[in-house]
């Protein structure tokens, strides 16, 4: 079991440029892919970004592609979202998730096999 736990959500303002911070407990972090998917009411959960284990590949959805970045740190056992020019469509429940999986990119969450319970992100014009 790998448990993930998201924080640095709450309200912000458009081009703002928060962080996400998910950190990981349980199995050994880095035999995991991580990504961040989010989450409008009534719509599918989306994809956003993928950092593989080792994070020597980063993999981007278009509509955050050079807005957002993803990092990861072994020894914190932590991944981060970097968000950066935030619009109001970027607000969304944000989610880490974990992977065993060696596919890349993977940007079908079910490949995914662990999740955090999301953080809301609130962007106002």
């Known amino acids: 079991q790998v448990q993930l736990v998201e924080s640095g959500g709450g309200l912000v303002r458009a081009g703002d440029s ?34 593989t284990w080792n994070g020597a590949f980063t993999y981007y959805a278009d509509s955050v592609k050079g ?24 607000t969304a429940v944000y989610y880490c998730a974990a992977t065993r999986s060696r596919n890349y990119p993977s940007a079908d969450a079910d490949e995914y096999n662990y999740w955090g319970q999301g953080t809301q992100v609130t962007v106002s014009s």
């Not at 880095?30 to 719509?43: C, D, L, T």
């Not at 807005?67 to 970027?90: C, G, H, W």
């Open 18 to 51: 928060p962080i996400l911070s998910c950190a990981a407990s349980g199995r050994t972090f880095s035999n995991y892919a991580m990504g961040w998917f989010r989450q409008v009411p009534g719509k599918e959960r989306e994809f956003v970004a993928q950092i």
């Open 67 to 90: 807005r957002f970045t993803i990092s990861r740190d072994n020894a914190k056992n932590t991944v981060y979202l970097q968000m950066n020019r935030l619009k109001p469509e970027d």
